[in-house]
């Protein structure tokens, strides 16, 4: 009920702060907002995937032999990473507005049955009349363009920020801002009445996580290293990496900022998702950087959509891990194209716990890797998970405060020119 009451409030509160954002700004501001933003989420993915590839080729996590646990085919629906790139795209044009709320764009494969007749004798005794035919049935993966049940994010983003591009232009549209900006205020009111019952529902979570360990102790001993990676590589990177890129940009001690992410960072650590510490995040910008709630809301729905620093970081070095736990050799190019392949496919990646795991068994089947071992890092999956969330949401943070000291310098122009244009009004 808690995850289910969270996911509900999603859709609204990204809708409604990118129409209300977008319609307040004139076009090149919102465009140069949007690069900025998306500049950033691209260039610290990228980081976050080369961050997982040497430390893992550096620790060597999987460098032991172990036992095999195949829970592969459970997870493999013969999915390649090219198909990811291209829903990716697709998911960018939703061809339906209410659709992009409701279904996100998937290709699929349906394993489908050809009957064939074959003459098991062999053409050389047909001519004696001695032939013998029978039915043979051979299984085949046919791709379709299907959908699966949730939400486009992507395309929500895409198509409010359309709406509300378009509405800045027009006079007369008015109602339309003011309405979903009424609209965002109710949708931030409402997570703050959903506050109340975190604690209840974090410590549901948490339980419901642990109970579905098969072997505790198992998991903690002989995967230390593999943790050591991933969680100890997600915790360094939001000390050392965001921590120096904050202290870049802003000039000042990253240590108040952390401070002042203690409270997100313990809200998004339990449930791992990062939706529910959007409207302390949304508090912080505003209150305590004095950013533009346009700029907050407008950032806040991009990188939902798109930033996946830790879970890139999650890919690579999950991919490395299996294969190293195999045993197998892999050269600087199968490396290099691991990092690659992890940085492209994070753009793809639902906002939905464990949603990683599809993406590593993909990438893994691309390159011929085998995916035997997917049990391991299923069993540590909600340690894992969290790590990962918690990174994406500082990254998050920080992406607020960059664009809007890149972007800040064209807003302040835009609103002294409107304070301005009031002025001359009201005087005549």
């Keep these: 009920m808690y995850m289910r009451l969270l996911k509900a409030l999603m859709l609204p509160l990204i809708a409604c702060t990118v129409i209300s954002g977008t319609s307040s700004t004139d076009a090149r501001s919102s465009g140069k907002i949007g690069f900025v933003a998306i500049s950033y989420v691209s260039l610290i993915n990228a980081l976050g995937s080369v961050v997982g590839v040497i430390l893992c ?5 999987g460098a032991v032999s172990g036992q095999v646990n195949d829970n592969s085919d459970k997870y493999n629906n013969g999915l390649k ?4 790139i291209a829903d990716f795209f697709r998911n960018i044009f939703p061809d339906n ?3 992009a709320a409701l279904q996100v764009t998937q290709t699929k494969y349906i394993e489908k049955s050809n009957i064939q007749l074959v003459n098991l004798v ?10 013998l035919w029978t039915n043979v049935t051979q299984n085949q993966l046919v791709r379709t363009f299907g959908s699966a049940t949730g939400t486009n994010i992507l395309g929500v983003i895409v198509l409010s920020a359309t709406f509300g591009i378009a509405a800045s232009k027009i006079a007369k549209a008015s109602p339309f801002i003011d309405f979903f900006k009424v609209c965002a205020q109710i949708a931030f009111l409402i997570f703050h009445w959903v506050k109340w019952s975190t604690p209840l529902g974090v410590a549901s979570l948490i339980a419901s996580a642990l109970a579905g360990m098969h072997d505790v102790t198992a998991a903690f001993s002989s995967l230390g290293l593999y943790i050591l990676v991933v969680t100890g590589g997600n915790l360094a990177f939001q000390v050392l990496v965001f921590g120096t890129i904050y202290a870049i940009v802003t000039r000042s001690n990253p240590v108040h900022f952390f401070v002042h992410l203690v409270k997100p960072w313990l809200i998004t650590l339990a449930p791992s998702s990062s939706i529910l510490a959007l409207p302390v995040m949304h508090e912080i910008s505003t209150q305590i950087y004095a950013i533009d709630t346009k700029v907050t809301g407008f950032v806040i729905a991009v990188c939902f959509a798109l930033n996946r620093t830790g879970s890139a970081l999650f890919i690579a070095a999950s991919c490395l891990f299996m294969a190293q736990y195999s045993g197998i050799l ?7 194209t691991v990092g690659l392949l992890s940085f492209l496919s994070s753009f793809a990646i639902p906002s939905v716990p464990s949603a990683s795991i599809a993406t590593i068994i993909i990438i893994m089947t ?3 890797i085998p995916v035997t071992n997917i049990g391991l890092v299923l069993a540590l999956e909600w340690i894992n998970d969290r790590a990962r969330t918690t990174t994406n949401m500082v990254s998050t943070q920080l992406a607020i405060i960059v664009t809007w000291t890149f972007g800040q310098q064209r807003l302040k122009l835009e609103t002294d ?10 005087m005549a």
């Excluded at 990473?81 to 990811?84: A, F, G, H, K, L």
């Excluded at 020119?417 to 009201?426: C, H, R």
Aim: charged letters at 20%.
């Design 122 to 131: 062999g053409d050389n005794s047909s001519r004696n009349g001695s032939d």
């Design 97 to 99: 507005v209410i659709g």
């Design 330 to 336: 892999l050269s600087v190019g199968t490396i290099m």
């Design 417 to 426: 020119g409107q304070k301005e244009a009031e002025e001359l009004v009201s």
């Design 57 to 61: 080729v550096i620790i060597q996590p």
């Design 366 to 368: 691309t390159l011929g």
């Design 81 to 84: 990473t090219s198909d990811i």
